[in-house]
């Protein structure tokens, strides 16, 4: 089963599909998350990012949303935005990246 079939069985029962990460830029560790959802008949997916050393302050470095018709629209934009692979996606458990 491909990413994207896995992300829309998982999307259709209702769930949201993310990952947390972290990476190092500029000798600074920064913390993300990322997200799909359905919402009505679109896909909403959200990024965002943070310094490590501004965490405290709560607020993100990096927050973008968008909508798409596809899901394949949705991987590729935080795919393409967050530079992150979306192939190890999985339903997020406890506290989701976003409300819809």
Known sequence: ??????????????????????FVRDGETFWGALAIQRVDDAYTAVFWEVAESVMWMEEEHRRER??????????????????????DLAPLKGARVFKP
């Open 66 to 87: 968008a909508s798409f018709d596809t899901v394949a629209g949705a991987l590729a934009f935080l795919e393409g935005r967050t530079g992150r692979a979306v192939d």
């Open 1 to 22: 089963m491909s990413v994207e079939e896995r992300v829309v069985k998982w999307l259709k029962d209702g769930r949201q599909v993310g990952k947390r990460y972290s």
